[in-house]
């Protein structure tokens, strides 16, 4: 979000601060520079960039396709054209991504949830009144992009971390202490930051590498101000710290004397007016004496509380080595880790640092800050026979947390531990956190230490990974597959079963078109898969589609805990999933075309597919689950029109 209106503000009132480079030209002449630098760092001689991964989403999937769940093999044929792009020019790329949202900030993420859950609801509305997806209007990234993003960049020998911080802070600091060419994002912060030039992803043209850099000093001449006192405007005018609510009375104030001074109105909106009023009220109050960024002038007229989160938020934009209002006022790491009496230090030294290399995935999340969480998701909150998939996998989820917490202990602690979770659903308030408790897991032998689990050796604590992992999915029957077949195809394997025994509503051809797509997906190239005609769009689907790819992140949160039984890679949605596909899939499925068709006529994936079901099929039996053929709901019957000349397209026949 950054600070509000300052972004909208310097493009359209400031355009001699939004400046127009070549990036592959700013990197020839910080080479040309650090050549003559003996004492030249390798950020710049190697010239250097620190990539808000999470700014750069939106720009990365330019997929016509987000509705089904996701074109994820596309999306690794955007990125790795993305990187060959900088890396031909010379350019170094660091990717920063957010580890966990902080609780000063929840606030304003929970008021940004509830707003996108509105703009759910009318994806969904249109999918059924249109049958097709809506425009770019409604966009709506697909569920996981940003985990799985990260792990993408990550093998495509990448530099990437997760934050353990607010991340924004986490890259200004970065790109300050490595002298890196500049920071490409699209946050505000960036500019109020005292760090590298703050470049636009929004303006970015890949093919040419040029794009827009918003230059501080000279917005910092147009509005009035010095670099030092950028941090009290922000907080004034509103951030994710300082909420707008926070300061409306003295932009109230500030606008009225600005009014008053200023009768000819200026050429912005409200708002720049607004951004101009809060940066004469700044320059009018700072005292000349205090040049800190930290500084609170006294004259501010503002009350206790409001002088306090004031004082956050303009720590929050205090780099190390930059002056603060006292000793320790520099955002710190946590000191103690929320369940450091369940688990040993070099657990915890080991989590922390993977969650930093992105090689582990919620792990460090629940050990170290007790908390979990989860953002949006397709899901139409009209049909109620679909359970949210945060609710599908709670049970997963609490078995990872026994599996975290509880191994090696009885599990009857007379303070049992629970893990808070933000998980946005239908129906969900948000109004406080879920306390949710640890299970344990049945195993075939007594639970063992998680130190012996991650830090073991030989074949038999390899075993007990992987039967780790199983057992959160009830899928201990499974292990005779390991190695006689893909890894990605057990995954998948794992999480159809684990979701057909909790979601009693689903049917027997969507465990045809889960299974079936997962097979035929990995011979299929990106621009196959784009060529795939849907005759309509089924709402249903759609929510399967996302039900599925939450569905792998949860596969990866237990692969991690289990101390990856299986390799992370065989649980990314590019080896097994595609949204195109499964919708594909799921309509033939439930026009109950046969099986050779389901498969593309493909010999082997045919028998690779009835193997799967065959295991799948036993495994719900012996649960008392009976999988039951689905039938077409009457209002749904031009559906079953359109799903039959669809599967005349992929038979040849009628």
């Known amino acids: 979000m950054g600070v509000k209106g300052l972004q ?19 990197a020839r002449q910080q080479v040309s520079r650090s050549r003559q630098d003996r004492a030249a760092s390798l950020s710049t001689i190697v010239p250097t960039i620190a990539v808000d991964g999470m700014a ?37 790329l660091v990717f920063f991504f957010d580890g966990l949202v902080k609780e000063q900030k929840r606030a304003e993420w929970v008021k940004r949830r509830r707003r996108v859950n509105g703009e759910i609801c009318k994806i969904f509305n249109y999918v059924k009144a249109h049958r097709q997806q809506p425009g770019r209007e409604l966009f709506c990234l697909p569920s996981g992009l940003a985990t799985f993003t990260s792990f993408a960049l990550k093998s495509l020998g990448q ?16 790109a300050c202490q490595h002298g890196c060419m500049g920071i490409l994002g699209q946050d505000s912060d960036f500019i109020v930051f005292d760090s590298a030039p703050y470049l636009s992803v929004a303006k970015l043209q890949i093919g040419t590498l040029t794009t827009v850099l918003y230059d501080r000093q000279r917005f910092c001449r147009n509005i009035g101000l010095t670099v030092a006192q950028l941090p009290l405007l922000a907080c004034l005018l509103g951030n994710d710290v300082v909420s707008e609510e926070w300061m409306q009375n003295i932009r109230n104030e500030a606008m009225a004397t600005y009014r008053i001074n200023h009768p000819a109105p200026h050429s912005g909106a409200s708002q720049g007016q607004m951004v101009l009023a809060v940066s004469h009220l700044v320059s009018s109050v700072w005292d000349r004496q205090e040049r800190g960024k930290g500084h609170i002038p006294q004259s501010l007229n503002l009350s206790g509380a409001q002088r306090e989160i004031l004082k956050r938020g303009l720590c929050s934009y205090l780099l190390p080595g930059q002056e603060a209002l006292q000793q320790g006022d520099i955002p710190a790491l946590p000191s103690t880790p929320a369940f450091e009496k369940y688990v040993s230090p070099e657990i915890l030294k080991a ?13 460090y999340n629940v050990l170290c800050e007790g908390v979990t969480e989860c953002s949006n998701t397709l899901e139409d909150e009209e049909d109620t026979e679909l359970i949210p998939q945060a609710l599908v996998y709670k049970r997963c989820r609490q078995l990872i947390y026994g599996l975290l917490l509880l191994h090696g202990h009885d599990g009857r602690h007379a303070d049992f531990p629970a893990v808070k979770e933000w ?55 499974f292990s005779e597959l390991y190695g006689t077949i893909e890894d990605s195809l057990l995954a998948a394997l794992c999480l159809v079963t684990y979701t057909l025994l909790q979601v009693q509503t689903l049917y027997e051809e969507d465990a045809d078109a889960y299974l079936s797509q997962a097979v035929c997906v990995r011979l299929k190239s990106p621009q196959e898969l784009q060529q795939i005609k ?25 692969n991690c805990a289990s101390e990856c039984p299986l390799p ?27 099986k050779t068709v389901l498969l593309d006529n493909n010999p082997s994936c045919l028998s690779l597919f009835l193997c799967l079901k065959e295991k799948l099929m036993e495994t719900c039996r012996k649960r008392g689950r009976i999988l039951q053929s689905g039938r077409i709901a009457p209002e749904r019957n031009h559906e079953a029109e359109a799903g039959l000349s669809h599967r005349e397209r992929h038979s040849g026949t009628r």
């Not at 493009?11 to 127009?20: G, I, L, Q, S």
Request: aromatic share 14%; glycine share 6%; with cysteine.
């Open 351 to 363: 989590c922390r640092e993977k969650h930093v290399a992105v090689e582990g995935f919620m792990v």
């Open 159 to 174: 530099e990437v971390f997760s934050s353990l911080q607010e991340a924004d802070y986490e890259i200004a600091n970065y």
């Open 8 to 26: 909208s503000f310097i493009e359209r009132c400031c355009p001699e601060a939004c400046v127009t480079v070549n990036l592959r030209e700013m």
């Open 56 to 92: 750069c989403l939106r720009h990365w999937y330019s997929c016509k396709d987000w509705v089904c769940g996701g074109q994820w093999r596309e999306i690794m044929d955007v990125l790795k054209r993305w990187v060959e792009a900088f890396t031909s020019a010379g350019i170094r």
């Open 534 to 558: 849907l005759p309509f769009l089924s709402s249903r689907a759609v929510q399967l589609g996302s039900l599925y790819v939450r569905g792998l992140s949860h596969l990866l949160f237990a």
């Open 568 to 594: 992370n890679a065989a649980l990314m949605p590019w080896q097994s999933f595609d949204g195109r596909l499964f919708h594909s899939k799921y309509l033939l499925a439930h026009n109950y075309t046969e």
């Open 423 to 477: 998980f946005v659903y239908p129906g969900h308030p948000l109004l406080e956190a879920d306390m949710v408790h640890p299970l344990l897991a049945s195993l075939p032998c007594d639970n063992p230490s998680l130190d012996l689990l991650w830090f073991g050796s030989g074949p038999e604590v390899s075993a007990l990974r992987l039967t780790s992992f199983l057992s959160i999915f009830g899928c201990l029957d």
